[in-house]
């Protein structure tokens, strides 16, 4: 089955927003066995809407469009739509109802433009939001000029449009595709180049052939992507996996995990396992790293606590730094790191715990310490360890490179001890 | 002048690539006055780019491609739209030793298939390259059908397309242009929704007109995008000015800023003015505060530091919260809020600190507190402030959303006090 792609927005043309749902739908309906031929954008004005969705049902005949379905005026998606199909708009009262529960349960209260927004084309089905108020349509039939078509509007909200795309969209239409798939495995590496991942993997790519194998270098590392096109669904996951070994057989140690596989998550998990308990001492990372811990679910139960410690006087007050070591060598040393990785879990508590100290940039460098330099200690107790990093690019890029170095130092650590 | 873009490549579609020079080319022509009404990405068999060119064409006379200019089998662009055009590929001498020269320059063997980026249709003009090998091409006639058209062929990797774009397209298309440009300014709010901006705001965008408004909804507040379309050059600016007042006078207090504008600098810099220090509290962003100020460059001579208080013991040994406090009303509740603020103070040191302490989910909620409800507390010295919130959204948007809260907090703080 073949489905065009409308991204509706006036500033997605005018490049003040970068079309992500774009590419996280491509994604999904690839690996749903669904071809996408084409996929426009267009402004949020009526007759670029009804010429864009008439053209696609002409040509394709079923189209998912995304935004253009909030409360406000210059959201004309389904009334325009509605036109083209010839149905009248109708208020739901039951819909009504159930945006007004989900008002009051998040606790606000809606105001009179957001009736319209349960008003739905004459027999349409609703895809449910639980994510935000503006409900999917799911609209089939015939077109004024007699043309079957299907339009499914979901809203331009990423989270909104990710979770009805795979909890109300993918299920009804899985049973109209080809047979014939697009899937893809990634391999997550860190704490190595691109260029070096590369030397280690070599020949790699003929080895595994028909599937292809993407370097994607990102702030966590790089990425490997193997892909394998036109498949069947029942060897794909066999072809993928012998491709994954072959490339694992060659660079094991650089890689943490999978997919969407956060380090962060895995380092949880591994201190879990232990019976380890985790505290942070930070100074150029000032929170990322603390950040990436408890943005996993149930990190409470081996995360002890972190302390950003960004003046002189903090690191003294709150880690017990002696004030003269970092007048000595200044807060970007070794042996800072390392007087903070022992005060955290002096202060903190903890079993294991990690330092970061660096200069993120642009100011801050000195001649023996360009921007990017950045020092790191994990402590177990009483063994320290340290060592240095310089990374390149912007502040955001050392500060992230330096988070996922810290997750990367305490995995490794982790990978050392025994499971309980 | 209307011009489309095509963004060609079958990665595109597949979500594997985020179409960043569709954002790109959006941006810059809207500023040199080109309207664009419609962008298409399309994958690189021939017959999608043999229809999604000769549409275009008919449709708005003019068209931007990118991709599908290098040496491989599967860039086929330029043979495709040169016999749309009815036009032979010619081989260049000249340009094909200006491509030997670049090759001997950078250091690379040229391979056979380099060839072909020294072929170019009959009559086109040739767009130099520095940053890549692949030339851009600028094609101006009729199609086979007897329509006019230009087809300008820029390449697909991001450097290359923004430099030809600038360096030879824009310059060239300067001319056709009508003189009359597209310019827009955005202004930030945060801490109402979408929904109360919007009644705020009531008939503004009838006030405001000929500029129209759109509503950004997203994870710091709600951007309200001002844009002139079809303005003069020399009025434009008095123009968004006056539609700006016109959005201040009705919202002012939510606005904090405009463009790119980040909150956590503005609360630096309004800290910085008022000659005061800031300490952070943080429970269940886990460190998004503290990352969000120490991203900004010198936030150091501000900001004294933070703690992450995960577990209940650390709230108590870093932070001074009594444990029975914290027994009786629970990690999430005023009290224990209020006791945060007031031990960053008294631990971190400062003269302003924010503390918050949430459910982030999708764990933790009871009956009286589900998820998404955070408590916020503000002491400036003795002068304690608390107010409870409830976020909408994934575990990400709760913590992005208190994040932002207890940025928004701090703010208001600060612009009660008098600047220094």
């Keep these: 089955m073949n489905v065009e792609l409308i991204t509706i927005g006036t500033e997605l043309l005018l490049g003040f927003t970068v079309d992500t749902n774009a590419a996280e739908l491509g994604q999904q309906l690839a690996a749903a066995g669904l071809r996408i031929p084409r996929r426009t954008s267009i402004p949020d004005t009526p007759d670029a809407i009804r010429d864009g969705v008439s053209e696609a049902i002409h040509r394709t005949g079923a189209v998912i469009t995304t935004g253009g379905l909030g409360p406000t005026r210059d959201d004309m998606t389904k009334g325009v739509i509605a036109e083209l199909f010839g149905r009248p708009i109708v208020f739901q009262e039951d819909l009504w109802q159930r945006l007004l529960e989900r008002y009051r349960r998040v606790g606000r209260t809606p105001v009179e433009s957001n ?53 109300e969209v993918l299920p009804r239409l899985a049973s109209r595709g080809s047979g014939r798939i697009i899937r893809s495995r990634t391999l997550r590496t860190t704490g190595v180049s691109e260029s070096v991942v590369a030397e280690r993997l070599g020949e790699v790519d003929r080895e595994i052939s028909p599937l292809t194998l993407a370097y994607l270098p990102n702030v966590s590392g790089v990425d490997l992507r193997l892909t394998a096109w036109d498949a069947a669904p029942g060897e794909v996951d066999q072809l993928l996996e012998q491709g994954a070994a072959q490339v694992r057989g060659r660079s094991a140690d650089s890689i943490y995990g999978e997919g969407e596989d956060d380090l962060a998550a895995l380092v949880l998990a591994c201190a879990r396992e232990r019976g380890i308990r985790l505290s942070v001492a930070e100074s150029c990372t000032g929170g990322l790293v603390g950040a990436r811990l408890t943005e996993i679910p149930g990190s409470s139960d081996v995360f002890e606590g972190g302390v950003v410690c960004y003046s002189y006087e903090s690191k003294t007050t709150l880690l017990d730094v002696p004030a003269d ?8 040393s070794e042996p800072v790191a390392r007087a903070m990785a022992t005060g955290a879990l002096t202060r903190l508590g903890g079993d294991l715990s990690v330092a970061v100290t660096g200069i993120a940039g642009p100011g801050g460098a000195t001649p023996d310490k360009p921007v990017g330099t950045v020092w790191f200690a994990t402590a177990l107790g009483g063994d320290v360890q340290a060592s240095r990093n310089l990374f390149m690019g912007s502040r955001y890029e050392v500060r992230a490179r330096a988070a996922q170095r810290a997750l990367f130092l305490l995995w490794k650590r982790l990978l050392d001890l025994p499971r309980t």
Excluded: C
């Design 115 to 167: 009736r319209t927004q349960a008003e739905i084309p004459d027999g349409a089905t609703v895809l449910p939001n639980q994510w935000g108020s503006a409900p999917g349509i799911w609209l089939e039939g015939q077109l004024q000029d007699g043309t079957s078509g299907l339009v499914i509007m979901l809203p331009g909200v990423p989270v909104e449009m990710k979770n009805l795309l795979q909890v």
């Design 325 to 332: 070591m970092i007048v000595e060598h200044g807060a970007v």
